[in-house]
T-cell receptor, first 116, second 110 residues
Framework: DADVTQTPRNRITKTGKRIMLECSQT?????MYWYRQDPGLGLQLIYYSFDVKDINKGEISDGYSVSRQAQAKFSLSLESAIPNQTALYFC???????????????FGEGSRLTVL | GEDVEQSLFLSVREGDSSVINCTYT??????LYWYKQEPGAGLQLLTY?????DMKQDQRLTVLLNKKDKHLSLRIADTQTGDSAIYFC??????????FGTGTRLTVIP
């Protein structure tokens, strides 16, 4: 089983609809992240959480919200989806504590969202 | 703000060497990373280099770091078709978050 699991893997929705992407992890990591991938733009950080009580905005948080329900669960919501939110979304975890491989993120397989 | 730049595409013939380049902005980055994304999958850490190193070799992979020019490169020797993927360089910024480049799509021609 994957250490970082995202659901759904694919979703097509309509403009204005609310959509939630869920992420769960079995790695026991405190840090969780949501990234968005667009062709030619790399990955952009949407939100990140260093523990259950700590939520932080990333580079492109407008139009998104998150919830850290437990150490193992971090969900991303689009309250009113719009077409330019069509993208591939990745959840990731890390146990970054400043050690020598602290930049290692562990990614889920991605959730492809299409907003019509 | 942060900026990490890469060429979008690279094609090489099987057996040749591939060199993927990256320029970054934050001179205080302690580590720099290369991630690999295979089709339909998430990213996986390929290798990393500490900022006080000039070079790191790991089997077919060689990472070169030029701090003066803020230039990072990844060389893959004897490139195989299984190396076809998107390669991202990344630097640390802020609260120990990673800033990713645009990614370079490597295509290996048999």
């Amino acid at each position: 089983d994957a250490d970082v699991t995202q659901t759904p893997r694919n979703r097509i929705t309509k403009t204005g609809k609310r959509i939630m992407l869920e992420c769960s992890q079995t790695k026991g990591h405190d840090r969780m992240y949501w990234y968005r991938q667009d062709p030619g733009l790399g990955l952009q950080l949407i939100y990140y959480s260093f523990d259950v009580k700590d939520i932080n905005k990333g580079e492109i948080s407008d139009g998104y919200s998150v919830s850290r329900q437990a150490q193992a669960k971090f969900s991303l919501s689009l309250e009113s989806a719009i077409p330019n939110q069509t993208a591939l979304y990745f959840c990731a975890t890390s146990d970054f504590k400043g050690d020598r491989v602290g930049g290692e993120l562990f990614f889920g397989e991605g959730s492809r969202l299409t907003v019509l | 703000g942060e900026d990490v730049e890469q060429s979008l595409f690279l094609s090489v013939r099987e057996g040749d060497s591939s060199v993927i380049n990256c320029t970054y902005t934050d001179s205080s980055s302690t580590y720099l990373y290369w991630y690999k994304q295979e089709p339909g999958a998430g990213l996986q850490l390929l290798t990393y280099i500490f900022s006080n190193m000039d070079m790191k070799q790991d089997q077919r992979l060689t990472v070169l770091l030029n701090k003066k020019d803020k230039h990072l490169s990844l060389r893959i020797a004897d490139t195989q078709t299984g190396d076809s993927a998107i390669y991202f360089c990344a630097e640390i910024y802020g609260a120990n978050n990673l800033f990713f480049g645009t990614g370079t799509r490597l295509t290996v021609i048999p």
